[in-house]
């Protein structure tokens, strides 16, 4: 079935980067964008940007222009959040999910957390 | 940038009551680019409604969605005990961006 999965959970030190991934499986992983949001423990939903797994073409929201990176290895069908100069307000968990229903996010990844913690 | 203003915050009612939650924007949403989701503590959220109205594969028809522009109604029929939740609405029409949420809680 189609599927996202994440890679498992991170522990990391201000200033450092966090990279997770997210395989895909069950559909052509070129066929839609995959974006990446987050959320805080006991907070709402935060998008952070999207990637065209075909072309490589990114947007990232404002907030975060500068410090996210998202990438994609097609022979693999994995697509790649990096995040840089982590503070402790990056703790969240972070999903990634696929918009194939005209946009919307259908199909979502089980979620990644990332603790930012000296 | 568009932003989504949910309300209420908390909505208290009864299984079987309905439901209806307001998604209100400060622009006008192109091509009715509006979903929902709903998420249960512990899980990742789910596509209930795209496109407005249009419900995503597998949701029953006790959801349906409504409205254009800048004001949009998710309604939920009849409440059953499994659609205590959280419901965010999302524009994805330009940029994206998500609604604060509203709660719906067992009153």
């Known amino acids: 079935q189609v599927q996202l999965v994440q890679s498992g959970a991170e522990v990391k030190k201000p200033g450092a980067s966090v990279k997770v991934s997210c395989k895909a499986s069950?559909?052509?992983?070129?066929?839609?964008?995959i974006n990446w949001v987050r959320q805080a423990t006991g907070q709402g939903l935060e998008w952070m940007g999207w990637?065209?797994?075909?072309?490589?073409?990114?947007g990232y929201a404002q907030k975060f222009q500068g410090r996210v990176t998202m990438t994609r290895n097609t022979s693999i069908s994995t697509a790649y959040m990096e995040l840089s100069s982590l503070r402790s307000e990056d703790t969240a968990v972070y999903y990634c999910?696929?918009?194939?229903?005209?946009?919307?996010?259908?199909?979502w990844g089980q979620g990644t957390m990332v603790t930012v913690s000296s | 940038e568009i932003v989504l203003t949910q309300s209420p915050g908390t909505l208290s009612l009864s299984p079987g009551e309905r439901a209806t939650l307001s998604c209100r924007a400060s622009?006008?949403?192109?091509?009715?680019?509006l979903a929902w989701y709903q998420q249960k503590p512990g899980q990742a959220p789910r596509l209930l409604i795209y496109?407005?109205?249009s419900r995503a594969t597998g949701i029953p028809d006790r959801f349906s969605g409504s409205g254009s522009g800048t004001d949009f109604t998710l309604t939920i029929s009849r409440l059953e005990p499994e659609d205590f939740a959280v419901y965010y609405c999302?524009?994805?029409?330009?940029?994206?961006?998500f609604g604060q949420g509203t709660k719906v809680e067992i009153k």
């Open positions: 999910a696929e918009g194939a229903a005209d946009g919307a996010f259908d199909i």
């Open positions: 069950g559909y052509t992983f070129t066929s839609y964008d």
């Open positions: 990637m065209n797994p075909n072309s490589g073409n990114t």
């Open positions: 622009q006008s949403v192109s091509s009715s680019y």
């Open positions: 496109g407005a109205s």
């Open positions: 999302q524009q994805y029409g330009s940029s994206l961006a």
